[in-house]
């Protein structure tokens, strides 16, 4: 599926192909929450990298996040968020990691995205008091990561586009 998305301003613009399109993942990190968070979390979908079309590159921003282990210890993300820096709109996610991936957030997309049947709510360990996690019947819940990729749960649901 072609996923068409956009920063506020206009400055920036993307295309990106994408075999996992429906937004399910409520993400409560305060890293996801504070950058792009609308109720107390973000959802950011999957999309193929070398499939990524950027117009408006000169406008584009990097955030890497310094993340704090349990134990205090702090280290910079490799996750690489980018965002439109005249507007502030937060665009996508890419790691080196993973370089076959990208991650739109669901919020920056313009194309009509598919409704989930159910929501997977994760790192609830973050999630501030004042946040109603807004659970439907079948929806999941985790204090950090779920085993199922992306994928794995586009896949199992068949909602994975070929």
Request: aromatic fraction near 12%.
């Amino acid at each position: 599926m072609k996923l068409e998305g956009s920063c506020r301003c206009g400055a920036v613009s993307f295309t990106v192909e994408s075999h996992a399109p429906v937004p399910y993942q409520c993400c409560y990190c305060s890293i996801c929450r504070k950058q792009q968070g609308g109720g107390g979390y973000a959802i950011n979908i999957s999309g193929i990298a070398r499939t990524l079309k950027i117009e408006g590159q000169e406008a584009l921003g990097v955030y890497r996040a310094e993340i704090e282990a349990d134990d205090g210890h702090c280290e910079t993300s490799t996750g690489e968020r980018n965002f439109c820096a005249r507007c502030g709109s937060g665009l996508w996610l890419f790691d080196p990691f993973w370089p076959e991936l990208v991650h739109p957030f669901a919020s920056a997309i313009d194309t009509d995205l598919p409704r989930p049947p159910e929501h997977v709510h994760l790192m609830l360990d973050f999630k501030p008091y004042w946040v109603e996690v807004q659970a439907g019947e079948n929806d999941q819940f985790f204090d950090r990561y779920p085993e199922e990729s992306l994928e794995d749960w586009h896949r199992a649901r068949g909602l994975w586009v070929e």
